[in-house]
């Protein structure tokens, strides 16, 4: 569970450094969107909500939600939603992806969350 509140921040993280440029809709409506491009392949992160702050909070937690996939799938969620941002094609996305979530680098490092960004930013998983 504590993995799962460490993703949760680094994609509330991410979403926040958008704000200021892109603005509050903006941000909830790409984080949406990402969300359900990435639920076709990933059920399993259903109970996750997107409020209208574009704020990602789970609203229950059930068994499926500790499941191996959760990481990959919100990884997936992240770079779907990063690579929606004007601009970015021109900025390496893992490099972007470290900055944002610098605060939290180092629990996050210790997940693999690094690693796996990687690989999906890579189109590797």
């Given at each position: 569970k504590a993995n799962l509140n460490l993703l949760i921040e680094a994609i509330?993280?991410?979403a926040e450094s958008y704000v200021k440029d892109q603005g509050i809709f903006w941000v909830t409506?790409?984080?949406?969107?990402?969300?359900?491009?990435?639920?076709?392949?990933f059920p399993e992160i259903s109970s996750f909500?997107?409020?209208?702050?574009?704020?990602?909070?789970?609203l229950r937690a059930?068994?499926?939600?500790?499941?191996?996939?959760?990481?990959l799938a919100l990884a997936k969620w992240i770079d779907l939603f990063v690579n929606k941002a004007p601009n970015l094609s021109r900025r390496d996305?893992?490099?972007?992806?470290r900055e944002m979530t610098d605060r939290i680098r180092k629990?996050?490092?210790g997940i693999g969350f690094y690693d796996l960004y990687?690989?999906?930013?890579?189109?590797?998983?």
């Open positions: 509330n993280l991410v409506k790409n984080l949406r969107k990402a969300k359900e491009d990435v639920i076709k392949e909500y997107v409020d209208n702050n574009g704020k990602v909070s789970i059930s068994k499926e939600t500790f499941d191996q996939k959760v990481p996305r893992v490099a972007t992806i629990p996050l490092e990687t690989k999906v930013a890579k189109k590797v998983v």
